[in-house]
């Protein structure tokens, strides 16, 4: 299975990712984690990707494209994979079909925005592995650290209220087109995202049981 998971910063993408990822057996590949590792280990890409990241404002095209491309060319993306936070705009998009993935379906994650600042400000991640946590809605079991490899839980830096309201923006100006670039191939699955995480996953299930 190769599946898009699209929708608002904080709409429970990864979240959602996790889950799914383990029942089916296939990688998760998240852009957004991929370039915070990058940054972690200081290479020139991350380091150019921190003044986007930081800002709430998309990196550039060539640079997303490049790393997607290496990464599902890899052995274990052959028999599928989750792709969170990619693509987010219409030439990414366009990239990923030039590159022949046919992707099976692009689950789009529904979520006010009101809703989404709220969330952000309770959201902690590991800093070594990138598993998201919530204070209130998906504690870990224990305080501050991660129940799948012991990291340190840490706020994210773009998790401020400010940079939330910019990342909407970004997301409401060039991710969303994506629905109706999608729709057109027939492949959009809209799952309501507002209730709790077992919600989500329940709906997300049913709308990908009959890709089975
Ligand atoms: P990225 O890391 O992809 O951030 P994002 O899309 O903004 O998504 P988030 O990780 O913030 O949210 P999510 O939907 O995964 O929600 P989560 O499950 O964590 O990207 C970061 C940056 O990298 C971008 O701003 C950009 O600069 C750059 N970038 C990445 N990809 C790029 C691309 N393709 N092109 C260009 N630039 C790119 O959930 C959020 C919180 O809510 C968590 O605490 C969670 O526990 C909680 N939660 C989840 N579901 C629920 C629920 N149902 N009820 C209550 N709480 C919930």
């Given at each position: 299975m190769k599946l898009i998971l699209l929708g608002a910063p904080g709409a429970g993408k990864g979240t959602q990712a996790e889950i799914i990822c383990k029942e089916k057996n296939i990688p998760t590949i998240s852009t957004g984690n991929m370039l915070r590792e990058a940054l972690k280990n200081g290479t020139e890409m991350g380091l150019k990707a921190k003044v986007y990241m930081d800002a709430g404002d998309l990196v550039p095209d060539d640079i997303i494209i490049g790393i997607i491309k290496d990464r599902v060319a890899q052995p274990d993306c052959a028999n599928g994979f989750i792709l969170d936070g990619?693509?987010?705009?219409i030439p990414q998009a366009e990239a990923l079909d030039n590159m022949g993935v046919d992707i099976d379906a692009v689950l789009d994650i529904e979520v006010a925005d009101e809703a989404i600042i709220t969330r952000m400000s309770g959201r902690r991640v590991c800093e070594k592995c990138g598993s998201s946590y919530h204070m209130l809605y998906k504690q870990p079991k224990v305080e501050g650290v991660c129940d799948n490899c012991g990291g340190t839980l840490v706020q994210r830096k773009d998790d401020h209220p400010d940079t939330v309201k910019d990342r909407l923006n970004v997301y409401h100006n060039q991710t969303e087109p994506l629905k109706e670039y999608y729709s057109k191939q027939g492949k959009l699955l809209v799952v309501h995202g507002q209730e709790e995480v077992e919600d989500t996953t329940r709906l997300v299930r049913e709308a990908l049981e009959d890709l089975q």
């Open positions: 990619f693509p987010r705009t």
